[in-house]
């Protein structure tokens, strides 16, 4: 069933005027000449979008539009820098069958030499629109985010950017398509695209925005399951399920609490909400690349096939809602100035990411306890999971932070593992829930417990609420609100975790919150979760090194014994001391290294040439947990305490 017989009450939104901010920082970006060079396109009429998702199990989707356009020179761009992914990785290479029309005839078309992303056609005299068809062929694997793998012979998401063009030198919010869909035999949908009008296989949805479009997948599948969460709250929330099978999309009662519980923590915390109606897109499968893409009004969630009936998947994944709902106020109502793009072909600049996607990982990870998606425990073993991981991280010792959110267009897409730690990635996520959990405690501390990072969110991304609606907001302004909140060197105190390069993560805000990490020879409920779901076999903090279960090395960490041994990424152990290969015998080996040194020959085939290398170690099997500091207050489960506290029937 589709969302138009549950929820009536959608209304279309027109995105507000940009901010003085935002304009002069377009203004100051690379395009934004050509940009601002073409006369406002405001009086465009509507551009009519058919996308037929009946052969979706053949992995292809196919696509018509009708643009208005006047005669002569017509230029038209595929999305090419994606909201939410930070980097220009719209799937061009995957158009196919490219055709343009106008009065019957076919038109010449030809691409940009420079602009991969830009076509141009000639619309002949008398015309006065032009039809294009493109098929997008969906990759069959892969780990690309949203240009990934998106279709099964049961499961769909259709992220509309994929499937369309639009005039370039537009403002996304300036132009508007109507939109038009077929799906498969008996599959249902969800998506928060408003007033969908379902006939037979085809849904005809209202007139929106280009941004609304985009920002506006449909989740569609045989297996479908759609269930209104925390049906007290106004505006209504909805979980949309789509999987692989039927059992996939059987939530479990105590699962469902935990997200209608989300539903009320995250209004609490914010204290006001900027959206009309908010869907849940979970779609179960392995054949997707787990994921999760916030949008506005909604959130395209991909996890594996089983992760509502296992519990390593669930706790792999019990920061996924909570985090891309979170993004609904910090990434989409209140956005870095150099995320707020005026469409997609203007470049984005991440050097704010660490607010963008820190703050949102660091208020993603306590709703994940708030709301007991996962337990108080969970949670601690994750955070020293976390913070051991970030460190021993070697390329720390490169590159500060705040690179890896300047280039994280360059780094999303290394998915491989080989030399990940020297390399280091996307570290803006993972230490900015460091950094936020240590700012949390400052504010706490600095105000005698009176106020609290809840605080800072419910003045920067709270009331009134609203529908939505993008507030871009620079270094200052997040610096100017904390000081609001409690007066601090907050800048001094990012900007020095920002820039530091060296060992060590910053661990103050555990330490802070009355807790330690400590190692010792008992596995990590979370590690082990990962060992479980992902193969990842963990020997990061003995003998720094990550295997899989065929002993192929998957990444060392330089200076560490394994490293020093000269094993590397791409090798893979073929016996160890002289007997066969097993995860149980290194374990078994580095165990009784606890109170005296040994060696350890491991035999790895390289390229196909084998060498021993003998790793020389003291220390046995360690993991990270966190151990509460005598005396100090217990601020972290103060922070993690639910706010609120009623709990109504579902
Ligand atoms: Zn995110």
């Given at each position: 069933m589709g969302r138009s017989s549950i929820d009536s009450g959608k209304k279309i939104h027109w995105f507000g005027a940009w901010t003085a901010i935002a304009a002069l920082t377009i203004l100051a970006m690379p395009g934004a000449s050509r940009y601002f060079s073409v006369a406002a396109q405001s009086s465009r009429a509507p551009i009519q979008i058919s996308v037929d998702m009946s052969e979706a199990p053949r992995h292809i989707f196919h696509a018509h539009m009708v643009i208005p356009a006047s005669p002569g020179p017509l230029t038209l761009f595929y999305p090419k820098w994606i909201p939410g992914e930070h980097m220009p990785d719209g799937p061009i290479s995957d158009v196919a069958g490219l055709k343009f029309t106008a009065n019957g005839q076919t038109l010449v078309w030809h691409r940009d030499s420079v602009e991969m992303f830009e076509f141009h056609v000639d619309v002949p005299a008398g015309a006065t629109s032009v039809e294009a068809s493109l098929d997008y062929l969906n990759p069959v694997d892969g780990n690309g985010f949203s240009a990934g793998p998106s279709a099964t012979s049961q499961v769909s998401i259709l992220e509309w950017n994929d499937v369309l063009?639009?005039?370039?030198?537009?403002?996304?919010?300036?132009?508007?398509?109507?939109?038009?869909l077929r799906l498969p035999d008996g599959w249902k949908f969800g998506t928060a695209l408003p007033d969908a009008k379902q006939q037979g296989n085809t849904i005809q949805f209202g007139a929106v925005s280009l941004t609304t479009l985009v920002d506006s997948p449909v989740l569609a599948g045989a297996f479908f399951r759609q269930i209104r969460l925390a049906t007290d709250v106004k505006p209504p929330h909805f979980l949309d399920l789509a999987g692989d099978s039927a059992a996939s999309v059987d939530i479990p009662a105590e699962e469902l609490d935990a997200y209608n519980k989300l539903v009320r923590e995250a209004g609490a915390l914010f204290?006001?909400?900027?959206?009309?109606?908010?869907?849940?897109?979970?779609?179960?499968?392995d054949h997707f690349f787990p994921n999760g893409l916030e949008h506005h009004q909604s959130s395209d969630n991909r996890a594996p096939e089983r992760t509502l009936l296992d519990n390593d998947l669930r706790e792999m994944n019990a920061d996924l809602l909570p985090h891309e709902f979170a993004h609904s106020w910090n990434g989409k109502y209140r956005r870095p100035a150099g995320l707020a793009t005026p469409n997609y072909d203007v470049p984005m600049k991440g050097d704010l990411l660490w607010v963008y996607e820190g703050l949102t990982q660091y208020i993603g990870e306590t709703l994940s306890a708030?709301?007991?998606?996962?337990?108080?425990?969970?949670?601690?073993?994750a955070l020293?999971?976390?913070?051991?991981?970030?460190?021993?991280?070697?390329?720390?010792?490169?590159?500060?932070?705040?690179?890896?959110?300047?280039?994280?267009?360059?780094?999303?897409?290394?998915?491989?593992?080989?030399?990940?730690?020297?390399?280091?990635?996307?570290?803006?996520?993972?230490?900015?829930?460091?950094?936020?959990?240590?700012?949390?405690?400052?504010?706490?501390?600095?105000?005698?417990?009176?106020?609290?990072?809840?605080?800072?969110?419910?003045?920067?991304?709270?009331?009134?609420s609203t529908g939505p609606k993008l507030v871009p907001y620079?270094?200052?302004?997040?610096?100017?609100?904390m000081n609001a909140i409690a007066p601090y060197n907050w800048t001094k105190f990012f900007r020095d975790r920002l820039d530091y390069v060296g060992p060590r993560a910053p661990l103050g805000g555990i330490e802070g919150s009355g807790w330690k990490l400590e190692y010792n020879e008992f596995t990590n409920t979370?590690?082990?979760a990962e060992e479980h779901t992902d193969g990842t076999i963990n020997f990061t903090y003995s003998l720094g090194m990550t295997v899989k279960a065929d002993g192929s090395v998957l990444d060392v960490i330089p200076a560490m014994p394994a490293a020093e041994s000269g094993l590397a990424p791409g090798m893979k152990v073929l016996s160890i001391n002289g007997k066969a290969w097993s995860v149980d015998v290194l374990h078994d080996l580095v165990s009784k290294t606890k109170d005296r040194p040994a060696t350890i020959e491991l035999l790895a085939d390289n390229d196909g040439y084998s060498k021993t290398y003998r790793v020389t170690y003291k220390g046995g099997e360690r993991f990270p947990h966190l151990v509460k500091i005598d005396g100090q207050p217990d601020l972290l489960s103060e922070i993690l305490r639910p706010l609120t506290t009623s709990t109504p029937k579902n």
């Amino acid at each position: 069933m589709g969302r138009s017989s549950i929820d009536s009450g959608k209304k279309i939104h027109w995105f507000g005027a940009w901010t003085a901010i935002a304009a002069l920082t377009i203004l100051a970006m690379p395009g934004a000449s050509r940009y601002f060079s073409v006369a406002a396109q405001s009086s465009r009429a509507p551009i009519q979008i058919s996308v037929d998702m009946s052969e979706a199990p053949r992995h292809i989707f196919h696509a018509h539009m009708v643009i208005p356009a006047s005669p002569g020179p017509l230029t038209l761009f595929y999305p090419k820098w994606i909201p939410g992914e930070h980097m220009p990785d719209g799937p061009i290479s995957d158009v196919a069958g490219l055709k343009f029309t106008a009065n019957g005839q076919t038109l010449v078309w030809h691409r940009d030499s420079v602009e991969m992303f830009e076509f141009h056609v000639d619309v002949p005299a008398g015309a006065t629109s032009v039809e294009a068809s493109l098929d997008y062929l969906n990759p069959v694997d892969g780990n690309g985010f949203s240009a990934g793998p998106s279709a099964t012979s049961q499961v769909s998401i259709l992220e509309w950017n994929d499937v369309l063009l639009y005039p370039a030198g537009s403002k996304s919010d300036d132009l508007t398509y109507v939109p038009r869909l077929r799906l498969p035999d008996g599959w249902k949908f969800g998506t928060a695209l408003p007033d969908a009008k379902q006939q037979g296989n085809t849904i005809q949805f209202g007139a929106v925005s280009l941004t609304t479009l985009v920002d506006s997948p449909v989740l569609a599948g045989a297996f479908f399951r759609q269930i209104r969460l925390a049906t007290d709250v106004k505006p209504p929330h909805f979980l949309d399920l789509a999987g692989d099978s039927a059992a996939s999309v059987d939530i479990p009662a105590e699962e469902l609490d935990a997200y209608n519980k989300l539903v009320r923590e995250a209004g609490a915390l914010f204290g006001a909400r900027h959206y009309d109606h908010y869907d849940f897109l979970l779609s179960l499968t392995d054949h997707f690349f787990p994921n999760g893409l916030e949008h506005h009004q909604s959130s395209d969630n991909r996890a594996p096939e089983r992760t509502l009936l296992d519990n390593d998947l669930r706790e792999m994944n019990a920061d996924l809602l909570p985090h891309e709902f979170a993004h609904s106020w910090n990434g989409k109502y209140r956005r870095p100035a150099g995320l707020a793009t005026p469409n997609y072909d203007v470049p984005m600049k991440g050097d704010l990411l660490w607010v963008y996607e820190g703050l949102t990982q660091y208020i993603g990870e306590t709703l994940s306890a708030r709301a007991g998606t996962r337990s108080e425990d969970a949670y601690r073993e994750a955070l020293a999971a976390t913070a051991a991981y970030l460190d021993y991280q070697s390329g720390r010792n490169w590159r500060p932070l705040q690179d890896t959110a300047t280039a994280a267009q360059t780094l999303y897409l290394i998915t491989g593992k080989a030399w990940f730690s020297y390399r280091r990635n996307v570290d803006f996520y993972d230490e900015s829930w460091l950094i936020w959990l240590e700012a949390d405690t400052i504010i706490r501390k600095q105000t005698g417990g009176k106020k609290s990072l809840d605080d800072f969110c419910r003045s920067f991304h709270g009331a009134p609420s609203t529908g939505p609606k993008l507030v871009p907001y620079t270094f200052e302004d997040v610096v100017a609100a904390m000081n609001a909140i409690a007066p601090y060197n907050w800048t001094k105190f990012f900007r020095d975790r920002l820039d530091y390069v060296g060992p060590r993560a910053p661990l103050g805000g555990i330490e802070g919150s009355g807790w330690k990490l400590e190692y010792n020879e008992f596995t990590n409920t979370h590690i082990q979760a990962e060992e479980h779901t992902d193969g990842t076999i963990n020997f990061t903090y003995s003998l720094g090194m990550t295997v899989k279960a065929d002993g192929s090395v998957l990444d060392v960490i330089p200076a560490m014994p394994a490293a020093e041994s000269g094993l590397a990424p791409g090798m893979k152990v073929l016996s160890i001391n002289g007997k066969a290969w097993s995860v149980d015998v290194l374990h078994d080996l580095v165990s009784k290294t606890k109170d005296r040194p040994a060696t350890i020959e491991l035999l790895a085939d390289n390229d196909g040439y084998s060498k021993t290398y003998r790793v020389t170690y003291k220390g046995g099997e360690r993991f990270p947990h966190l151990v509460k500091i005598d005396g100090q207050p217990d601020l972290l489960s103060e922070i993690l305490r639910p706010l609120t506290t009623s709990t109504p029937k579902n």
